[in-house]
């Protein structure tokens, strides 16, 4: 069974009605049977689609930016306090390369830039797998 939101054009109620199929209500329109509940005229079509409105904060920036990040984050180890060994030592081929994140400090983090290692701040602060749970 599908609804459809009916417009009278007589009288431009909107109403709704059941059928089996859209088929069905082409079949029931043209044969005339499918008729305005308010004034029985037989003039109907489907009513314009109301617009839907998003959900409650799906627009949320905060939201959409934790989104994200955490698709960002998907194919990456968390290393928590060793981020800063973990990515000099992938800079140095010390060991395998992979996207990985953990906490740094500030000092840590600049002295890494200057080190040429390429990492960038998270814009959200990620909570340790450990703490999840
Ligand atoms: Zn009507």
Redesign the pocket.
Same mark, same amino acid.
Request: hydrophobic share 15%.
């Given at each position: 069974m599908i609804v459809f939101d009916l417009q @009278?054009?007589?009288?431009?109620?909107i109403f709704e009605a059941w059928f089996r199929s859209s088929t069905e209500y082409e079949e029931q329109r043209a044969a005339g049977i499918v008729q @305005?509940?308010? @004034?029985?005229?037989a003039?109907?079509e489907k009513a314009p689609m109301a617009p839907r409105l998003p959900r409650k904060g799906s627009d949320n920036p905060l939201a959409r930016l934790a989104a994200l990040q955490s698709e960002m984050l998907k194919g990456s180890r968390w290393v928590g306090d060793r981020f800063a060994e973990t990515a000099r030592a992938m800079h140095a081929g010390e060991m395998e390369r992979e996207q990985v994140h953990g906490n740094a400090t500030l000092e840590q983090a600049k002295s890494l830039v200057d080190e040429g290692v390429p990492v960038a701040p998270l814009p959200l602060p990620v909570r340790p797998p450990s703490q999840i749970n």
């Open positions: @009278c054009r007589d009288g431009g109620e @305005c509940p308010f @004034c029985q005229s003039n109907v």
